[in-house]
Every structure is written in C-alpha cells, then in structure tokens.
C-alpha cells in the first residue's frame, strides 16, 4: 500500500503541467477529488475490516472518510476509556457517532451495574442462607428454605467456588435443622399417640370391670371374649409404653385394672372347668344324702375357683356354700403327752418369728415360717389346738394380707418381665447386650421372690431359652474366635522379636521404628478377645519384647528433644533482635529446622512447640506493630491530605497563579506521607489536574508567542535572531512545503475547518500524512508535528503563500488546538 501511493504521487509530480494552479507551485496529473477520496474510503475499509485494536478503531470511529466507517468502528468499541474519547470528539461534529457511542457507554454501564447487582445479591444470599442456618425462628422454615434456594438457582452461574460453597454448606445446616425438626415432631406425635392409647386402654379396663361388677348373677360373660379383651389391651399397653416416659400414677392404676380383670377372668376359666363338680355337690345340697366327704369336696371347689368378693358370683355357687358351710366332725387328738410338749414348744418358738417377718413384710420368711407353724399346729390335739386357734387364725389372715399386696404388686411386674423377655426374644440386638439383658430381666424376676404360678414361671423360662438360644451360638464362636486372637497375639511377638534381632541402631528409620512400635501396640489391641489365663504368658513376653523396642526409641526421642529445645532458646533470642526482618527470617529458617528433627516424646514435644510458637509470635507480632504504627502514620497523613483535597479539589483553569502554587507546595508537602491507595490516588489526581492547568497555560503562552512569529514572518518584520534555538533542527531535512499546505496541515493536526475551496487539497495531505505514517512507522505528537510546521512557515523563505491570509489561518489551527486541549 505505502509503495503504491509512493507510485501515485511520483507520477503526480511527473506531470507538472496538467495540475491546477496554486500559490505555491504546480503538480501536474493530480487525482481528483473523488478519487483521493475513494483511494483513503479502501484504505480505511480494508484497516477496518483487519481487526483493528481499540486504539485503531478510535481513529477511524473520528477520522474515518464516510459515516458508515466512522459508525461501523464506533459499533465495535468496547473500551469505555476510548468510548469517552470518541463521545469526546464527536461531540457537536458527528451524531450518529457521538449517540451510538453514548448507547455503548450506557450498556457498558448498565452491564457493570447488572453484575454489581449480581455480586450483592450473591453475598446477601450467603448471609441470609447463614442466618437461617443459626436462627431459632422456626415459622415458615422449610418455606423460607424453598425461597433461597430458588433464587440461588437465579445467581448460582455467576457466583465463585467459593461462594458456592458457602451457600451450600449453609443449606445443609438448614436440612438437617429441618431434619431434626421432623424428628422432634415425629416424636412428640408419637407420644401423644401413646398417651392417647393409654388412656383409651384405662378408660376401657375401667368400663369393663364396671360391667362386669354390675352384671346379674345368672349371666356369666363370654370366656373367649374376655381372654381376648385382656391380651389385646396387655399388648395395647405394652406398645403405649415403649419407649416413653409413663407416670407412676398411671401405670399403678393399670397394673390394678388389669390384675383385677386377670382375677376374675381366671375364676372364671375354674369355674367353667368345674361346671360338672358343681352340678354335682348341688344335686346332693340340701338332701340326706350330704355328709362330710360331699362338705370338704364343696369347700375345696370353692377354694379352686376362688371367686373374687368385688363381682357378684355365679347363681350355681350358692347351693355349694350353703353345703360347706356344715360344722365339721372334731378332729381325733394325737400323740402322746411329751410328743404334744414338744410340738407346743416348738410352735410357741415358731410364732414370734412368724410375727416379726410378717411386720417387716418379708414374704418369703414369712410364708417359710407360716408353713413351719402350720405343720406343728397340726400336730397338737385338740385341746392345745383351741387355745392357739385364734392366734393362728390372726397370723396366717396377716399373711394372706400380705400375699395378696405381694401377688398384687409383682404379678403385673412377673407379666411385664415375660412380655419383656419374649420381646426380647424377637430383637436383632447384638449378642453381648442380649445376653447382659436376658441376665438383667433374671435377676429381676428373681428379686421378685418368683411366682406360685406354675404357667407363669414356664412361660418367663421359655422366653428366657428362646432368647438365649443366638447368644448361645455367638459365644461358642467368640470362643473360638479367642483362640484365633490368641495365635495373632503370638505371631506379634514373633515378629517383633526377628526385628529386634536384625535391626541396626545406628543407621535405622526411626520413624518407621516408631510406628512399628505403634502398629503392634495397635494390633495387640485388636486381636480381642483372648482367654486370660492362655494369654498370661504371650502378654508377659509381648511387653518384654516392647521395652526393648522402647528403650532405643526413648534414647532417640531424648536427643531429638534436646536439639528442639535448642531452637526454642535461639527463637527466643530473636525476640528483641535487630533488624527485624533478619530476625523474622531467622525465625522461619528455625521452623524449618524444627521440621526436619526426628522422633520425641508427644507430650514434650507439645510443651516445646507451645513455647516455641509463643517466641516466635512474639518476633511477628513486632512486626504487627510496625504495620500498627504505619497504619496510624497513613490515617494522620490522609487526613492531612483530605484537607488539602478538601481545599484545593475545585480550582480551575481561571485561578490565578498565586493559587495555583500555593495548591501545588501544598500537594507535594502531603504527597510524600505514608498515604492509602485511594487517598494518594486521588492526591496524584489533583497534582495531575493541576499539572494540566499549567501545561495548558503554559501551552497558551507558547501558542501565543508562536502566533505572534507566524504573524511577524507574514508581514516580514520577522528577525532571524527571534526564533528558538532549537527549530532549526526541526525544519532541516524536511521539504520546503507551501504555506497553504502548511495551514492546511495545521488545520488537520488541530481538527480546525479548511475553506471549501482547499477540501480536495486536504483531502490529498490525509492521504500523503497515512502513507508517511505507515512507511516510518514512527508518529509524532499533535503538538510537536504542529511546532515543525510553525518551525518550517517562520525558516523558510518568503513567498506568494506566506501571506497573512495564511497566517491567519495557521494562528486559527493554534487556537483550535488549545480549545480542544
């Protein structure tokens, strides 16, 4: 491209003839107007179209040839820096420009204000997610749960690994807080269910019971209904008390329920199996036929069914007590005189006993002695017998007092221990509990005293063998299984006993030593349980072989913790060294000594690494007060500074230069504190802002002196003399160019209006200005390129073109530049 305009412009010169006329000279062939115009609309489309950098795509959204250029560049800037430039420039001169660049500059910043929104909406979500996590408002939870985790899902893409982290680990307080929630109503639900079981299963008993104390004497109610009424409500309260607290109260009032109910359905289930018995003895009441054999069968039926006085009895029972209740014959005396002595004296022995346990309420010695004093009773003859009749009579109704609060008080515990004990049965309950249960339940049927019921004591016994039976397996093959820990435990000892054998003191790991010292003491453990007294002598070797093991490894660790308490001491001289940072480096080459010593004992160790830590928090914590001290110096120095700012933040181009220098010794007097980031930012803004006010009037009094020579050379009162030192470089090696050019350059430098009459001429310098600037590849800035060409209009010789019109139009460039500065 640049050897093709080069080409253009040497034959634009080789035909001098054909070009038009100007003040200056004559360049023959020149293109048109419109073709120099077509020639730099390529070549900005073809620099457009290459993927022009932001910097690139600036010039041209400003200088490009037509509007669809200067608008496609504009389109395609991003950098919000170069977007205010060219808002800048377009500014007054090209709208469509200056309004797209404008809808850039505000999506720019509704884009950074979107994700600014985005980034506080993030953080608000981890605090609120946090704040739900350790709230004890329990209102709405779950929903308010539901809630943020919604709008997480919203932000979720834009958020850090971090955060999501964050905000997920909060979440998953929040489920278990919700877990633990329906845990706790789970369980206060199934309470009340179980309170409400229990009294319904009360309510019920107590319904029942009054039934059946209000029923006729004729009617006897179903025996398979009344069976099926007390297992159910049994199991009905079994189930309502599992696992819940129950009042004492409570659980009195149904253990008397239910034991009245189990009373009376017992007589009747005897009374049922007595039906032919009983129509028997009331054929022969009240006949002839009746003697003593049919008055004891009645009175021992009656005793069998033992029909409980709280329920009225049956219509058949009654002609049976009118039969026993007939006198009986006198019993024949027995025995001879020393033999009635005897006995007399040895019940005599018997009863205070007899009286004493049944004051301590001691049910079995009392039933022992009561038995005792019953056999020696019968022993005496009548005579003996009247006299301690009534006394007997008085002890054995205290005992059946007592017998029935006994049987009263541990009939429901004995049922209780069967349900318990066959529930037991059915649980998949390791082994070891099971069987310390089973052995539990024992012992407490066993302080119970037993049971006289036969069926009751078979039905706990059955139980207790049926829940025995797994336990009883697993300890025949942890038996075995102690044999197998045994044969571990000596294969231990063979093992540690060849490595204490081949092993070298004086070049060995240490630490692998000490964890082989760890790893048996571990597996030892593990190989559990093992018989005692098989084990004795394989313990005994184990912890022979583990002192000699130990007493190399002591020796070790003495060494290794001698040489960490020699670090200890040097940190502890680093404390007050000086300079700090040598000290600070000392300290952390220490840490890495302290890394690299070996094995030591764990709790020494611990005490020196604590005192260790501790000197050399000490050595940093110094320089924490260093960063203290500097960051006290760097808020009296912004406050300082903020002063200052305060002050001088509005001065302007109009203030007079008094001030300006007074701003600018204040500036540098608090510019060289210890200042923060933002305030020294913005002390460099202000020292900037005043900087540019003084290069600008600095740059006026240079234009305007460049005014007045440009001036000066077109009226020729220009002195030779009266130039800077300096121009003369400027002007040498560069083409003398006419004065029209040399206004039409500064025109272009300043972005100042040409004459219509002069746009194709500049149109022809743009061209020329492209190509110079891609052969070199070196620019210029405005200003200097400007002073070159005032440089060249005030060295070269006078001409037709140096004239004031020309003057006038370069000394306009100059302050078109000032303005746009």
Known sequence: MAAFIQKLFKSRKANPATAPRTPAKSEPSQPSQEETRQLLKKQQEQQLGSNPDQAQLTTLAIDGVTAAIRLEAAAALTDETQLQQVQKQAKGRDKSVYQTVKQSLQSLKEQQAAEAAVRQRIKTLICQAEDQAASEDLKLYQARLEALQDNWSEVQSSATAEQSQQFLEAVHQCRERLKQMEQARQEEARHREQALQRSETLALLEQTLNDLTSQESSTLPSLSALDALQKTQENRWLEATRDTQVEKQEQKDYESRMLALRNYLSAVRRFTQARDTLSELTQVAGTEEADDGHRQKALALLKEIEWPSDFPQPAELAPVRKLAGKPRPAQPAGGNRDEQKAAAEALHNTLPKLESALEAKQFKESKQLLKLAQNQFQQLDGRQRKQLQARMQLLTGQFRELSDWQGFATEPKQLALCEQMEHLADQPIEPEIKAERIKELQNEWRDLGGSSDRSLWSRFKAASDTAYEPCKAYFEAKSDLKQANLHTREAICDQLEHFLANADWSAIDWKAAERIHQTARQEWKSAWPVDFKDNRLVQKRFD??????????????????????????????????????????????????????????????????????????????????????????????????????????????????????????????????????????????LRQRLDRITQARAMANTLESWKTLITDKAQGRLADDALPSHWAKLSNGTDRLAGKDLAIRAEILAGAPTPEQDQQRRMEIQVQRLAEGLGNGETETPLKELERLVALWCSQPGGDDVTPENADRLNRALDAMLASD
């Open 544 to 685: 022979e072989l583990l002192k000699q093991l130990e007493r190399p490894l002591d020796d070790e660790r003495l060494k290794n913790e001698a040489l960490k308490q020699t670090i200890v001491d040097r940190a502890r001289a680093l404390i007050e060294h000086e300079p700090l940072q040598e000290a600070m480096e000392q300290a952390k080459a220490l840490q890495t000594e302290w890394k690299a010593i070996g094995i030591t004992r764990h709790r020494e160790d611990r005490k020196m690494w604590q005192a260790f830590r501790k000197a050399c928090d000490q050595i940093f914590a110094r320089r924490d007060a260093q960063r203290s001290a500097r960051q006290q110096a760097t808020e009296e120095a912004d406050q300082a500074a903020q002063a200052v700012l305060a002050q001088y933040q509005h001065l302007d181009a109009e203030a007079n230069e008094a001030m300006l220098s007074e701003a600018r010794a204040a500036v540098k007097q608090v510019a060289g504190g210890a200042l923060s980031g933002e305030v020294r930012e913005r002390v460099q803004q």
